[in-house]
């Protein structure tokens, strides 16, 4: 083990269990934590305290994602475009409110009590398509007067 534990923070501990190993020779460690990189700018990244080091790894990357070559971003989106083909269409705002609405009408809902059921009724109305969660509890509480 590197550093002490007891001067490291989790993700410290979890980036040289996980992450360093693969990609450094940590005899620099030894004595100190391993840098846990909270931002970038450029080239460079820094560190939570504040140092700074050229971000060498990165580029390696963004060259395996052909950066600049326009016939490789070509054929990533025709792939893209096939896949989204067969995924399920998302559900409009519009139908995620209609839903929601007619849930609330058919169970009887008046309450923020009730938003399980309307959250199961509208569920089932957008069966085969693809509703974020989140958005449709959103809508559900807004309408419930949650």
Known sequence: MTA???NQT???????????PHFSRLSAFQTESVPVITRGEGAY???EAGRRYLDGLSGLF???????????ADKEKTEIEVIEA?????ASQDE????????ISETGASSMKDMGKVMKA????????NADGRRVSEIVKAKLGG
């Not at 067969?86 to 998302?90: G, K």
């Not at 995620?96 to 849930?103: D, H, L, P």
């Open 4 to 6: 002490t534990a007891s």
């Open 10 to 20: 989790d993700t410290a501990r979890r980036a040289e269990a996980h992450l360093w």
């Open 45 to 47: 990244i820094y560190d």
């Open 62 to 72: 963004v060259v395996q994602a052909g950066h600049g070559r326009q016939e490789l």
């Open 86 to 90: 067969y995924l399920p269409q998302a």
């Open 96 to 103: 995620i409110e209609g839903a929601v609405t007619a849930a």
């Open 122 to 129: 509208v569920q089932a109305a957008l069966a085969g398509k």
